[in-house]
Every structure is written in structure tokens, then in C-alpha cells.
Nanobody, 127 residues
Framework: QVQLVESGGGLVQAGGSLRLSCAAS????????MGWFRQAPGKEREFVAG????????YYADSVKGRFTISRDNAKDTVYLQMSSLKPEDTAVYYC????????????????????WGQGTQVTVSS
């Protein structure tokens, strides 16, 4: 069984930064790709960033490219999302998720390709 626990969310002013963490338990973390998604009120869950099993490949939604950085530390079973130059439109609940594969560049953006999800952490960016 895999458990994912996000932390690091909060309230920040536009232009500010936050770093989200996602701590994983279970044997499969180190061999699986991971992703971050977000869901704003009244909107569908959307892909934010993905990283392959060893951190060698990363993928981003166009809306966050150049502002967000995904990384992982397999020794700590943790994946991170460094968010900079935050905008009010980044306000959402952020979820980490474990992909069913070690790397799949064509399916990172598909929620159905992830089999475990965290409970989410709220990020609010004020203008």
C-alpha cells in the first residue's frame, strides 16, 4: 500500500514562492514516475508537472513552465514542487500522485495513469 502526504501549502502574495513536498511510503516510490496536479474551485483537475523515476526527465504544463520546478529525492522518498513567481490563477488544491509506470512522456498529463493520490494541500495566491 502506498500513502502520499503533501505539505507546504499556504497563503502567499503574487510574485512569491512556495515549495510543496510529497512524502511517500511504500516500496514502489523509487521505481515510479510522479506527478503534481491541481484543482481550482469549479474546475477540473489539471496536470502541473511530472518527473520520471530517477529525476532524469521532467515535464511541465505550459502554464507553469519556467516558474515551477519538480524534483525528487529517492533517498527520502519525497517529491517536491518549487513554485516561484506565483500568480492568483495558481490558487488551487495541489495533489501529488504516483504514476503506474517509471516513465511515460505521453501520459504524464492523464490523471487516469496514476494509481495513488495524496489528500492535497491548499495553495492560495493573493493579488
Amino acid at each position: 500500500q502506498v500513502q502520499l502526504v503533501e505539505s507546504g501549502g499556504g497563503l502567499v502574495q503574487a510574485g512569491g514562492s512556495l515549495r510543496l513536498s510529497c512524502a511517500a511510503s511504500g516500496r514502489t516510490f523509487r521505481s515510479r514516475a510522479m506527478g503534481w496536479f491541481r484543482q481550482a474551485p469549479g474546475k477540473e483537475r489539471e496536470f502541473v508537472a511530472g518527473i520520471n523515476w530517477n529525476g532524469g526527465s521532467t515535464y511541465y504544463a505550459d502554464s507553469v513552465k519556467g516558474r515551477f520546478t519538480i524534483s525528487r529525492d529517492n533517498a527520502k522518498d519525497t517529491v517536491y514542487l518549487q513554485m516561484s513567481s506565483l500568480k492568483p490563477e495558481d490558487t488551487a488544491v495541489y495533489y501529488c500522485a504516483q504514476h503506474t509506470a517509471s516513465n511515460s512522456r505521453h501520459t504524464y498529463y492523464l490523471p487516469q495513469e496514476y494509481d495513488y493520490w495524496g489528500q492535497g494541500t491548499q495553495v492560495t495566491v493573493s493579488s
